[in-house]
């Protein structure tokens, strides 16, 4: 679906008719009748795929937001704690090492939930074994922070980008003070509803969440499901494609970097401003006369 040029269409072959995919799902359910087959557990599908392959397989139970398997696809901090302590102990780090590595932990990887009744925040386990398995080699924290198997994420919200009225979603998921709401979490929608028009914004949402891009956080006073990202891992992967956005020139994007670097170590502010109100300003400005931010 994320593909380029016949992404669309090759994920319609798998899905519709008597695609591969449509066709295992059509004989998993077909097992489940007395045949063999008496329960079946099933992760890592969006609700996409599941609308899309329709009456192939309308008989399972959605589980996603169910308070009893929060835990189910992450680490507590009492688990992450444990673990550290240990690995921690193999270094011979003192106690205040062993706390600045949980707060960067924490900061980094933190903040998955899912479930909107109460915000109890998970660990990502990917990102946290990743770190783990270089701090326990190396005694010392990996250089890069983002596991490369997390590269998934990157080419999600790339597509995620090219969906009309995306890229507006993407920049007020950045805004800390203003989180993304719901009335309802969809649980069931094709593709076709997703990219047909601007006003599938709840949809777009959703999808985020379920990509693992966006995480619940409770409810608004007017009962609505709010939502934000996660952690500042994947806060970097949404303000590497808003800047990919506003400045799709290679030569602007290193020339950004550069007025950055200025600000960080010599306190140089005016190329930065300078910068801001020649590129930012008036790619908004022309956006917004297409269509408003």
Do not use: W
Request: charged share 20%; hydrophobic share 45%; net charge neutral.
């Amino acid at each position: 679906m994320a593909g380029q040029g016949d992404g669309h269409a090759r994920y319609a072959e798998l899905v519709q008719g008597e695609g591969i995919f449509k066709t295992v799902f059509k004989a998993i359910k077909t097992a489940s009748r007395g045949q063999g087959l008496e329960r079946v557990f099933i992760t890592g599908v969006s609700p996409v795929v599941m609308a899309d392959i329709s009456s192939g397989y309308n008989v399972a139970k959605n589980i996603y937001l169910e308070p009893e398997f929060n835990h189910l696809c992450g680490f507590t901090e009492a688990e992450v704690t444990a673990v550290l302590q240990q690995v921690a102990a193999g270094c011979h780090f003192s106690a205040a090492q062993v706390t600045e590595a949980l707060t960067m932990l924490r900061t980094l990887y933190n903040g998955y939930c899912f479930n909107p009744a109460r915000y109890e925040p998970i660990y990502n386990p990917t990102l946290v074994l990743y770190f783990l398995g270089a701090f326990q080699k190396r005694c010392q924290y990996p250089e890069e922070m983002l596991d490369s198997n997390l590269a998934p994420d990157r080419n999600r919200l790339l597509y995620i980008a090219r969906v009309q009225g995306a890229e507006a979603l993407i920049a007020a998921a950045l805004n800390e003070q203003t989180p993304l709401t719901v009335a309802t979490l969809a649980q069931r929608f094709g593709v076709a509803e997703m990219v047909a028009s601007e006003q599938n914004r709840e949809a777009l949402i959703a999808l985020l969440y379920y990509l693992g891009v966006l995480t619940l956080t409770g409810r608004n006073e007017l009962g609505e499901i709010t939502l934000r990202i996660p952690n500042l891992v994947i806060r970097r992967l949404y303000a590497e494609r808003l800047a990919e956005l506003l400045l799709p020139s290679v030569r602007d994007q290193d020339a950004g970097q550069l007025v950055a670097r200025a600000l960080y170590q010599r306190g140089a502010i005016e190329p930065l401003c300078s910068f801001v109100e020649q590129k930012i300003l008036r790619t908004l400005d022309n956006r917004a006369q297409g269509h408003p931010i």
